[in-house]
């Protein structure tokens, strides 16, 4: 039974080729990195978001019959204003949020292989097969939450109302662009670089538990948070560390995550971690209760996610890692593999 948590070969190289340190001292950095990658992330969205402020007509309007008050004036009408600009442009603000998660990445492989010297096959970026992995995680992703809706209809708490043809295609395909970049993000971050690291220097299990635990906190200034989205938020974060530990690849969980969130809210119409979603192919209405299907914070807050997300983990706990034979070698002092 010792393969049942057997490190894989991203793993193993990362534990051969960087210095070895201590869980205190990788989690200081991992918040040091996720705390600079959240300010390049505000900067990205700066210029979009003031763009969207400023070319608002009825904003502008205001500041021009006041551009005479003083400072403190001026700032309490942007105040006033900015919520109701934000509401009016909610989906251009979601995709901003989305599309400045690039930051992340960003920072992370910067700090990966500038810093560390790691390789960018140890944060899981497999060159063979990479588009069969993504796409059997797109496959995965979509029959999981497909699975979970179908619950929360027949539980009777929501209702499917009918398809929604106003909605604008572009939209939803900028949508799932969006979702690319951030599903990628946060598996970059949280697996790929936290979950390799401390399995590196600790072992897998600490890792999975640890970084799951991250994975959920991150959440907890969502709207309609609650104790039982953060159980879901930890075990979707422990499936998505043994998808990683099992492929060996990030290529698969980044899509899983991908197709996860934007088949929740922009192919079924529920909400995305408390986040509410406009721009949706089908449309769906919360009629009664909140215990499988989340009510406000989406079915990620319900019964449904944590049945479907339990079987996915037994599944992979019980699967074998996929072997990457001869995954490094050493020639010259440099680590070459076939695999990046």
């Known amino acids: 039974m ?12 990362t534990a051969a080729t960087t210095k070895r340190r201590k869980f205190f001292a990788i989690g200081l950095t991992f918040l040091i990195v996720f705390y600079i990658s959240s300010i390049i992330s505000v900067l990205i969205s700066t210029v979009p978001t003031y763009a969207i402020l400023f070319g608002d007509e009825a904003f502008m309007n205001i500041i021009s019959e006041n551009i005479d008050s003083d400072y403190d ?8 204003q900015l919520p109701i600009i934000i509401e009016e442009n909610s989906s251009a603000i979601q995709m901003i949020n989305l599309f400045t998660t690039v930051g992340t990445i960003i920072c992370v492989l910067f700090y990966c292989i500038k810093i560390e010297k790691r390789r960018l096959f140890t944060l899981g970026f497999v060159k063979k097969g990479a588009l069969v992995e993504y796409a059997i995680g797109l496959l995965i992703g979509l029959l999981m939450f497909a699975s979970v809706y179908g619950i929360v209809l027949l539980s009777g708490e929501a209702k499917f109302i009918g398809f929604n043809f106003d909605v604008s295609i572009g939209t939803v395909l900028l949508f799932l662009l969006g979702f690319i970049i ?16 401390c399995a590196a220097n600790t072992n897998v299990i600490v890792s999975i538990l640890s970084s799951s635990v991250l994975f959920a906190a991150l959440h907890l200034g969502n709207p309609n948070f609650s104790l039982l989205a953060f159980v879901n938020l930890f075990l979707f974060g422990v499936f998505a560390a043994l998808y990683f530990l099992r492929r060996g690849s990030i290529w698969g969980i980044c899509a899983l995550h991908t197709i996860w969130n934007f088949a929740q809210g922009n192919i079924f119409g529920c909400n995305v971690s408390g986040m509410p979603m406009e721009d949706t192919l089908l449309l769906t209405e919360n009629v009664r209760g ?5 009510s406000g914070f989406g079915p990620e807050g319900g019964i449904a996610v944590t049945m479907i997300l339990f079987i996915g983990i037994v599944t992979l706990t019980f699967m074998k890692n996929k072997e990457y034979d001869g995954f490094y070698s050493v020639e010259k002092g440099e680590f070459v593999s076939d695999y990046y």
């Open 2 to 13: 010792d393969w049942l948590f057997k490190s894989n070969s991203a793993i193993d190289e």
């Open 73 to 80: 004036t001026i700032m309490g009408i942007v105040e006033e």
């Open 182 to 197: 951030q599903g990628a993000s946060e598996e970059i971050l949280l697996r790929g670089y936290f979950f390799v690291t």
């Open 290 to 294: 909140a215990v499988w299907s989340g």
